[in-house]
């Protein structure tokens, strides 16, 4: 057996982000965590409904990630959950997210958080926001996706009976 590949259970995905963004490009990011959030991380408690991304004097920081204090904690614990985290990436990758996030309507996104190599990762996407007719043909296109591999799957089921 092989590796599991890391992106197949996220601890944390932005669901939304695909609904109300264009994503075109991604970027794996380190985050810096303290002992009991990365703790509570690997147990599942964090979200990122809310959250997004910002670069500042060179750097990028993570804001409004909810990680929930670990319940066995001590008194490093941090105080805040949504405090600003920052992101680990390299410096060539931060100056062209930075030229990407200045064209207008474009923003930075976290889409999951996830585990690889027993680091905690961010995949960020740099995407631009959807206007709501772009949202409803987006949902119309994956309707009728659904409604075609329905239609597939029972037409295989009634050829096996055959």
Known sequence: MGKKDQYDKPLAQNKKASHDYFIEDTYEAGMVLTGTEIK???TGRATLGD?????RNG???LHNMHISPFEQ?????PVDPTRARKLLLHKVQIHKMLGLVKRDGYTLVPLRVYIKNG???CLIGVGKGKKQYDKRES?????????IQRILREKQKVSSYN
Not at 139 to 147: G, I, L, V
């Open 40 to 42: 509570s991380l690997r």
């Open 51 to 55: 959250a997004f991304a910002t670069i």
């Open 59 to 61: 750097e990028m920081f």
């Open 73 to 77: 904690g001590n008194r490093h614990n």
């Open 119 to 121: 680091y905690a990762k």
């Open 139 to 147: 949902d119309a296109k994956r309707d009728s996706q659904r409604d």
